[in-house]
């Protein structure tokens, strides 16, 4: 090889790094802030990378990942989100509901949010409309904060001999407080005494459930929230343990060993919100995609679980239920 041949080569490779490097840089990051910590959500960020896989953006190819996760901490939460603000993100993608969407939203008023939230984003004040969101936040509602009435009903109806039914909530989601109203409000209809229950770590969810079994609760009725979502293996332990029927909002509690869930399926409303995201990213405005509200809401019945802790589940509630686990 002639020596002017090898030069040429030599600087033609030398450019290969540099020309990736350069690629790389003009990629757009999207920035995922997650209020729990990954291993749970993983499911949920496979289905948002779906989500904009469907759209044409793949992962190193056009798109960059950056991920700040609280691990449960909500507190650290405004900082991780100010974090991803400082790094010029071209998109922030909260997980684990509205403690994220709002750190996210309190954080910036330009960069593109695009949330997955199981509770009103009007009343949460991220959106003017669900119509017409304005600002830069737009999402995926699945309404599981509205659904805890429903929930309650459904678990009077599990257990209609009840005296006490107790409700868990997280204390530092935003929400807890429209949860413990709601829930209140529906049993005052129908003359039913309500034990609060509040947990924001596994200390405290120990607490609460030893507060449970002290004040003799019938059933447990367990609230919305990304902490929550992340444990089922520990809530299966803890109500069979204490042989407690129980409802969740979450199908993967049922599948997990738990009585009972009722809920939208969070895993579409995720991979909408991946597409949301890339219809986004080419251009279009958060402002004017309306918020997608999902519809379907299935009842999961845990037959295995019920029989595991001597419990029967009333006919009624069998017939209705999408899908037993037998």
Known sequence: MKRREFITLLGGAAAWPLA?????????????????SYAPYAQQVTAIHQGLKDAGYVEGQNVIFEYRWAEGHYDRLSGLAADLVSRHVAMIIPVG????????????ANIPIVFTLGAD???LGLVSSLNRPGGNVTGIAFLTVELEAKRFGLLHELVPTATLIALLVNPTNPQADTQIEDVQRAARTIGQRILILRASNERELNKAFATLVQERADALLVGGDAFFTSIPTLF????????????????????????????????????????????????????????????KFELVINLKTANAIGFTVPATLIARADEVIE
């Open 97 to 108: 509901g509205a403690p994220s969407t709002v750190a996210a939203k309190d954080a910036t």
């Open 236 to 295: 299966v332990v803890l109500t069979a343990r204490h042989a407690i029927p129980t409802i969740y909002p979450w199908r993967s509690h049922a599948d997990a060993g738990g009585l009972m869930s009722y809920g939208a399926n969070p895993l579409d409303a995720y991979r909408q919100a991946g597409v949301y995201a890339g219809r986004i990213l080419k251009g279009e405005k958060p402002a004017d995609l309306p918020v997608f509200q999902s519809t």
């Open 121 to 123: 984003p009007v009343e």
């Open 20 to 36: 990736a490097h350069a690629q790389q840089a003009t990629m757009p990051v999207v920035g995922f802030l997650g209020a729990p």
